[in-house]
């Protein structure tokens, strides 16, 4: 199976592209993050009137239909749009156009996304035209629409690319696990480049509903929205459900070389573990979010002490938050107060599986501005939450490794280390 595996290829990423909460496009997400903006407002998609729960951190200000044909704009849910445009952005910024590609380099070049939910928020309009009608707008795509699957062919497609077109599907670690996939098949040899990254788009009124029911969602600041993500806070009450895209432009490095194409950063290191513990709620310890901190550093050949910046998971809720804190202390040990963390969902909410990739992009933010982006919302000290997570406001700071954590449901944890070159 790997009978031609060599000396394993270095992996860099070349572009990135978003759309988010709190910016459309790379630059403005930057922005934006460094100056501690919140995306959470308001709900706008649907009547939230008599919803227990009133806001989310929409994309807001997006032409989704700019980014289809007009045929396919009743066919497809609404993370295509999302994830075509971050895609488009990502190839531009890595100056890799598609369009004059030889067949050869087209069956180089692979797709591997990750997403939590996918087109549920699609399906569940669709069930809406089925059973109350018109019947006339439901689509007779509805399947192969709503299948996870679907949506990396949705960008294989578009851009003509011939290599394995995958999507990782773990919960919140989706598109972190989903990029070290991409990852490991250029590091063995078998593309040359992959786009990849996540998207999300779970804003609709089963689906925020159903989040409800589970008691994860914070109701307490639906007058206040900018203030209702508030990770490691004391009088933190929940998570913000969020959207976005995030996708990278990942290539070999000898072929981003011969190429001159600028280097965001190197990935070296990912690792993953399961706390095999519960659907929805994280094992005391935090002994396995810890391991798969550990793993990542060892695959990177780094030790704790090296590392500038953690990018956290940070949802918000008392939890997740106070467990994270203690996995963190046990995979950095003395380092852990020492090094300054921060969690992104605190200005763009939960993107579900898109989270890690959301994260990732923080984290070149800080290698690129040398400006950490902040935790906001941080108030209240929580003596269980007691670690450097840079709060409220941006600080500079020189970055050259950093490491992403996530942990999701289903007991799943993943984390990645990046490096600037």
Known sequence: MLSRLKQPRRVVITGMGCMTPIGLGRAAYWQALCNGESGVRRIE?????DSAVKIAAQVRGFDWEAQLSPKDRKHVPRTVPLALAAAREALEDANYP?????????????????????????????????????????????????THGGLSSELSMAFGLRGLSHIVSTGCTSSTDAIAYAAQHIALGRQDVMLSGGVDAPIAPGIMAG?????????????????????????????????????????????????????????????????????????????????????????????????????????STLLN????????????????????????????????????????????CAMHTKMIPPTINLDQPDPDCDLDYVPNQAREAEVNIALCNCIGFGSKNSALVIERL
Not at 278 to 300: C, I, K
Request: charged share 20%; hydrophobic share 35%.
């Open 211 to 315: 989040f409800n029911l589970m008691t994860v969602l914070t109701n307490e600041w639906n007058d206040e929205p900018h203030r209702a993500s508030r990770p490691f806070s004391r009088d933190r009450s929940g998570i913000v459900v969020g959207e976005g895209a995030w996708i990278y432009v990942l290539e070999e490095f000898e072929h981003a070389a011969n190429r001159g194409a600028r280097v965001w950063a190197e990935i070296t290191g990912y690792g993953a573990t399961c706390d095999a513990y519960h659907r929805v709620r994280l094992e005391e310890s935090g002994d396995e979010p810890a391991r798969a901190m550990g793993l990542a550093l060892a695959d990177a050949g780094r030790d704790p002490g090296e590392i500038d910046y953690v990018n956290l998971h940070g949802t």
């Open 321 to 364: 938050d106070r467990i994270e804190t203690s996995a963190l202390k046990i995979a950095f040990n003395s380092h852990a107060s020492r090094i300054p963390m921060s969690a992104t969902k605190s200005q763009i909410g939960h993107p579900q599986g898109a989270s890690g990739a959301a994260g990732l992009g923080a984290a070149l």
């Open 45 to 49: 998609s649907y009547d939230v009137s």
């Open 98 to 146: 598609t369009s004059d590609l030889t067949l050869e380099q087209r069956r180089a070049i692979g797709v591997v996304l990750g997403t939590g939910g996918g087109g549920l928020a699609f399906t569940e309009q669709q069930y809406e035209y089925w059973y109350v009608g018109p019947l006339y707008k439901a689509s007779v795509y509805t399947i192969p629409a709503s």
